[in-house]
């Protein structure tokens, strides 16, 4: 019996979805320390331009092929592909990225959920330094306590799936999007009145090229190339879903722009809470991924009423980390109902299990199986699983998309750009075909391969 497939009940569901799964982890966590790391302000002007130049193109090419097929990555290359051709075996390598950032991103989520109940509940309060770390280093050595909050993300994640793509996705994230810049607003401006806090806006506002190059001028713009890639999501059909699931009425790059605009203004915003924060207390922006488990632990434990805004500081990061996973759960459930033909709710119940157990290399991998290194002496399982992802599968599946947009062995450029530009609004600039015919994908597999050189050769 043929079932009609489910579609958005607004605009602006779309846009909060899609911006909902490209801001995530990588915005509010990775992207401050980065930034901190190559010298703030000049930095932030690269990542812009790279954002627009790098991510934005895909961006539009992977909604055009979900809106046009109709489809999840599973059945969209299958159907607009040229008859002989093998384009839908990225379908096969797309799913799996989806389950393996899910495998870690969990996890990680966990641990953001697990610090909104530890500044609730006052447990960092009083910890130096030195304590703070401790404390984060004895939850990440208690199995079941990892296994819990990774356990309570994935049912949480997986229930929103379960109640309808319009009721429970739909729903559920323009709530937490209208939440998270709420919270965003209101840390970014308690963190600029703070005492000090004018260095920290200088250094993160004002370019210096010259801090840029200190940190090796190469080294900085790969760093610049890989965060503007990699924030948006792209390469595993994660934004094509919701292409998919929206009607023609507006042009694609006028949707891009308005997604890759809020996931911009998320990252900018989430520097805005940081760097402030961390020139006001005489902490390096430099700190790395502990910054935000271990430094600002210790900064609102010396703030006025630090534990509320420790909460709401983590009740953000809960926020982002929830909207991508709900996104991408989504993606994975539809997997099951378009491919093989699941009710939703057994999708979900199928999957639910699934993503349990694939969940628990990662959890357990700091405890019981930290013994496990794969990338050499002090890395661990989700070091590998994030390296597959975000070193292999999305940026080779970023190249399919890509050239199946481009060439006349795919989709083609045609096609692409009478579904681009179908609907009101900003058209694709079509003076970019040769950029995106010849130069993008020699830069695409620059970052590929260096990536790979700097894992295992630098």
Aim: charged share 10%.
């Amino acid at each position: 019996m043929h079932r009609e497939r489910e579609s958005l009940g607004s605009r602006l569901g779309f846009l909060f979805i899609s911006a909902g799964c490209a801001i995530g982890l990588g915005n509010v966590w990775r992207f401050p320390y980065i930034t901190g790391a190559h010298g703030g302000g000049a930095f932030v002007i690269l990542y812009l331009l790279f954002l627009v130049f790098l991510g934005l193109p895909i961006l539009v090419m992977e909604f055009a092929v979900g809106r046009a097929s109709r489809q999840n990555i599973g059945g969209a290359f299958k159907k607009l592909e040229l008859p002989g051709t093998y384009w839908h075996i990225h379908g096969y390598t797309g799913i799996v990225g989806n389950y393996l950032l899910m495998m870690f991103y969990t996890t990680v989520g966990g641990w953001m959920l697990a610090y909104c109940y530890y500044t609730l509940t006052g447990r960092l309060e009083g910890l130096d330094a030195d304590g703070v770390g401790a404390f984060f280093g004895t939850t990440l050595g208690d199995a079941g306590t990892q296994v819990s909050w990774m356990a309570v993300v994935t049912v949480v994640g997986m229930g929103v799936c379960y109640l309808g793509l319009r009721r429970g996705v739909e729903t559920v994230t323009k709530i937490m999007m209208s939440g998270l810049f709420i919270l965003l607003i209101t840390l970014a401006t308690r963190s600029a009145t703070l005492d000090g806090a004018d260095a920290g806006l200088r250094f993160y506002l004002l370019p210096d090229f010259d801090r840029l190059y200190d940190s090796g001028l190469w080294t900085s713009i790969y760093a610049t190339l890989g965060q503007a890639f990699f924030t948006l999501s792209l390469g595993i059909g994660s934004m094509a879903i919701f292409g998919s699931y929206i009607p023609k009425n507006y042009s694609l790059t006028g949707e891009s722009v308005t997604v890759m605009f809020l996931d911009l203004t998320a990252a900018l915003m989430a520097g805005l809470v940081i760097f402030p924060a961390c020139f006001a207390y005489n902490v390096e922006p430099n700190a790395g991924p502990g910054l935000v488990f271990v430094t600002l632990p210790n900064i609102f434990n010396n703030m006025a009423m630090g534990g509320l805004w420790g909460f709401l500081f983590f009740l953000f990061m809960s926020f982002a980390a929830l909207t991508t996973i709900i996104a991408v759960f989504e993606n994975i459930v539809s997997y099951g109902i378009d491919i093989l033909h699941l009710s939703r709710q057994k999708s979900c119940l199928y999957n639910l299990i699934l993503l349990l157990l694939l969940s628990l290399p990662c959890a357990l991998g700091f405890n019981l199986l930290a013994g496990i290194q794969p990338l050499g002496a002090g890395t661990n399982i989700l070091d590998l699983e994030d390296f597959l992802l975000s070193q292999t599968i999305l940026p080779l599946g970023s190249l399919v998309y890509l050239m199946f947009c481009v060439t006349r062995y795919g989709w083609g450029w045609d096609n692409f750009i009478a579904e681009a530009d179908t609907g009101k609004g900003l058209k694709f600039p079509r003076a970019l075909r040769g950029y995106l015919t010849y130069v993008l994908p020699i830069i695409m597999l620059i970052i590929f391969v260096q990536g790979y050189i700097e894992k295992f050769f630098a």
